[in-house]
């Protein structure tokens, strides 16, 4: 689960993470309100940010103002142009691609004296099965691009399962950025407060870019992106309230609440399929046949007419698609079933409206594959049988073909 970055920093704050002040905003008027009160407090300068579930903001651009995602403000007027050019426009990020995410929110936040920038992330390390900090002194920067370029500049430290992160880690990762005397000594603090954040939240991800060291010494997150571990929600409602549907797909809310596993893609080729491996090789399986997956679509381990029925309510969202491939192995539940399923999915009458001119290719693999493919070919609907994987490969590069 993502949330914004000012819930991150509001939940930062309570673990002991050091964040400048800031406020979030809906409307100008909230907007401007937020930075007297910050000024009244000593701030000087202010920092208005859009608010959406997509990195590049600074970078990005508005589709009607043309302003940045990310504006430094001197006065208060100028925050309240830059509420009035953000709030109810389009941003249009290198995540969001050209159709741009809507700002319905802002953040007004202190813009804090800064006298240089590091780069500060925590996740997990599939290929070795632990935590890791990775650190460096080119923060502000796109990691991706500072891994490419010059890896050497990338410090990382992994953390035994089941063990805390060590301070003597925390100062390895701090000496790497070149820290010294009180500025050192908080940011061992701030990577020790930040690592207890990551574990007891159940993170999948912290990223604090840029990680900023003012003049004054101290050492703060200036930006964070945070996200959750879906399965872990369940411990924590807090977390769980944060989430803005607002911000998400609304087709992938849709499937989620009839408990599948959907991610909308740029295809032509619609695919059903139960189990993630076997959804994946699905696609793969699209792109060799000259299509692209118009979608990632997991219906878990059981196939049943009602789990079928929705898949196809979902699929048939997007007007891109111009062929669906149900691709289900017959292992705990068997492919005979699974097949008058599908039969009956199709025949409903909402779905039959819609897949006239929509071939559907169903391979099923498993437990009583040959009666499944007897009973697709037997069904005389618009409704193509294939027991191999390469059969339903070359039916689907016909159909495209046509």
Known sequence: MKIHEYQAKELLKEHGVAVPAGV???????????????KENGATLFVVKAQIHAGGRGKGKTKNSGVSGVILCDTIDEVRDAADSLLGDTLVTVQTGEEGQKVQRIYVTDGVDIEQEFYLGILLDRSKSKNVIMVSTEGGVEIEKVAEETPEKIVKEWVEPGMELQHNQARRLAFALGLEGDAFKKAVKFIIALYNFYQKTDSNMVEINPLVLTPGGDVMALDAKVTFDDNALFRHKDITDLRDKSEENPVELEASKYGLNYIKLDGNVGCMVNGAGLAMATMDIIKLSGGDPANFLDVGGSANVETVK?????????????????????????????????????????????????????????????????????????????????????????????
């Open 310 to 402: 929705n898949g196809f309510r979902i699929i048939l969202e997007d007007e891109n698609v111009k062929a669906i491939l149900i691709n289900i192995f017959g292992g705990i539940v068997r492919c005979d079933r699974v097949a008058n399923g599908v039969i009956e999915a199709v025949k409903d009458p909402e779905i039959a409206e819609k897949v006239q001119d929509v071939p559907i290719i169903v391979r099923l693999q498993g437990t009583n594959a040959e009666e499944a493919k007897e009973i697709i070919d037997n069904s005389d609907l618009n409704v193509i049988s294939a027991v191999l994987l390469k059969d339903a490969a070359d039916e689907v590069s016909k159909v495209l073909a046509a």
């Open 24 to 38: 979030s905003a809906t409307n100008t008027e909230n907007a401007v309100k937020a930075a007297e009160e910050m």
